[in-house]
């Protein structure tokens, strides 16, 4: 039985370990979503070890296939849409929260629902989840590729809820405008930040 991790320095030190074998370029992101998350901690006076702690770890898995996201989403026991049989890389999140709870030991909701819902955000949502949600889409590397990301940095230093729902509206759109399907995550949570924004 593994111990139980409650401390986020703690639990940030067990998801290093498990990013060490981890492939360069994912481990360079996760450095960089962890930048982001400290930044945005320190704008906002958000809780800072709990968003570099689930920075660390949003991404355990985002270098699995989809077959591969299936066969261990199954194994680990996570619930599978139809949405996520659509689109399986939705599952790296809520894979990434099942491993971290069964096999490491996480024990703290916030970092676990933040991991869980990185990739569609969540209604529910904490400033902290949201901090990590953010500085994962705006990864530097990311604005680089997609200039238009610009607008969702620059709202991110102001209000986190602004900046997630403009966020998801872009991609809303252009999974719309493309003739992809919606996560119905993602249209809830817009929906939810609209609601929050100032
Ligand atoms: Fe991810
Ligand atoms: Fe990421």
Sequence with gaps: MTAMLTDPQEIRGAFAAEMADRPKKLQRHVKRVELGARHLAAVHELDRDVCVAAAAGHDLFRHCSDAELLALSRHYRVPISRD???APIVL???LASAYSREVLGVDHEIILDAIAYHTTAHPDYTPESLAVFLADKIDPRKVQADPGLAA??????????????LFLERRLSAQLNSGRPLHPLAVASRNAFLRRMP
């Design 152 to 165: 969702v940095a620059a709202a991110a230093e102001q209000d986190l809820y602004a900046a997630a729902a």
């Design 84 to 86: 996520e049989e659509d």
């Design 92 to 94: 790296h999140g809520p």
